[in-house]
């Protein structure tokens, strides 16, 4: 009986091929490249913020054209007024943060072309590249922080908008260090071996905050930022470090019409096993 399921697994394997016998359903790969933050300290989109980021990943492959994936990425966000240029009004602000970033997230993929990195007969229409699209899900956690003459601190603890005032009906609860986020993007994957694929794609998240950078809303009255360090109020000086001292108390600081984002680019490495349809022999 054992002899009589190898020859059939080698007719099957003569017939149709090698792809139609071998699953590629498990996938798991790592990727390195930038992040990239969005938002009041950074409207232009410029890629002087950019910072080293990487990540892992599972993909599980549905079929030749369908995937799901489970990730978790680290990186870092950085911005800073001064670098814009542009604005005049963003150099007078001269607010700066800076944030690591961890991030875990799911995602389904849709590719262009029906994928395999293995081509075999009767084949002719699936290739060993593609193009793909995903969306999905993920939740992240940011810690904004920024510092003053070589000291760092942590800006949620400091409510720099007034977030742990007395006269906030919120106070002392600041606001949320994870978010959640919807990633999108698009990639190529590319077939090396009949095991190994290369992957370069981009990505960005439209979150649901808009205290990445702990930039929002309004600057606060003087005496709703109090952050007492070894006797000294920082908190003004943390809520406004414009050299004019420009934060009037009501006036924008920020603007709470768009939330923050962020976005990934990077180039991964990806391991399938191929796995065998026959029959296991005894």
């Known amino acids: 009986m054992n002899k009589s399921l190898k020859i059939i697994c080698l007719l099957l394997t003569i017939a149709l091929g090698t792809q139609k016998l071998l699953a590629q359903e498990n996938e798991f790969g790592g990727w390195a490249g930038t992040s990239v933050y969005l938002g009041d300290l950074n409207p232009t989109m410029s890629f002087k913020n950019a910072r080293w980021a990487t990540g892992v990943f599972y993909r599980y492959n549905l079929n030749d054209r369908m995937a799901f994936r489970a990730q978790m990425n680290y990186g870092f966000l950085d911005a800073a007024d001064k670098r814009i240029k542009r604005f005049p009004y963003l150099q007078a602000r001269n607010l700066d ?3 690591q970033l961890v991030e875990v997230a799911a995602t389904y993929e849709i590719n262009f072309f029906k994928y395999s990195l293995i081509r075999s007969k009767g084949t002719k229409d699936t290739k060993t590249w593609t193009p793909y699209v995903f969306m999905g899900v993920s939740l992240f956690y940011y810690k904004p922080y920024t510092k003053v003459n070589g000291d760092k601190y ?5 409510g720099t908008e007034g977030q ?8 002392n609860r600041g606001y949320d260090n994870y ?10 994957k590319i077939g090396l071996t009949p095991n190994w694929a290369l992957n370069v794609e981009a990505s960005s998240r439209i979150t649901f ?3 990445i950078d702990d930039v929002s809303k309004n600057y606060a009255e003087i005496d709703d930022v109090n952050y007492i360090v070894n006797g000294i109020n920082m908190g003004p000086a ?3 470090k414009s050299a004019q001292n420009i934060g009037i108390p009501g006036k924008q600081r920020g603007t709470s019409k768009d939330k ?22 005894l």
Request: with cysteine; proline share 6%.
């Open 238 to 240: 943390l809520a406004d």
């Open 164 to 171: 742990k005032s007395a006269n906030n009906p919120t106070r």
């Open 260 to 281: 923050d984002r962020f976005m990934f680019i990077g180039v991964g490495v990806t391991y399938t096993i191929q796995t065998s349809k026959c029959p296991k022999v």
């Open 154 to 158: 942590i800006l949620e603890s400091v």
């Open 179 to 188: 978010a959640l986020a919807i990633p999108y993007g698009l990639g190529v």
């Open 209 to 211: 905050t808009d205290y």
């Open 97 to 99: 943060f800076k944030s």
